[in-house]
């Protein structure tokens, strides 16, 4: 296995471990109850309450930043590696000769 392929490997063991926080995140999110603010979004309070901004935050964090972490880490995880080929010779020019070996 190449040094590239162990860091593909890689990278779809992390990706693998933020679907996990994003699971937990996502879980912690339902786990708190929408307020009267998010279901009426026409009300506008002073400040935001706690129940509010932890939902707010964690949603963000999950759609801005693990999302497409997990999507960009998987994508680099696949990338094709380009064929190893052997070196190609090099094409004679009309009147010169190459030296032998």
Request: net charge negative.
């Amino acid at each position: 296995m190449t040094e590239v392929e162990t860091a593909q490997e890689q990278l779809l063991e992390i990706a693998r471990e933020l679907e996990a926080v994003h699971a937990r995140l996502a879980g912690l999110r339902a786990s708190v109850p929408p307020t009267a603010m998010e279901l009426d979004p026409l009300s506008e309070p002073d400040e935001m309450d706690c129940s509010t901004e932890i939902r707010s935050v964690i949603e963000c964090v999950l759609h801005d930043w693990i999302g497409p972490a997990i999507r960009d880490l998987r994508a680099a995880a696949v990338y094709p590696q380009p064929e190893e080929s052997a070196p190609r010779e090099q094409p004679e020019i009309q009147g010169e000769r190459r030296a032998s070996a």
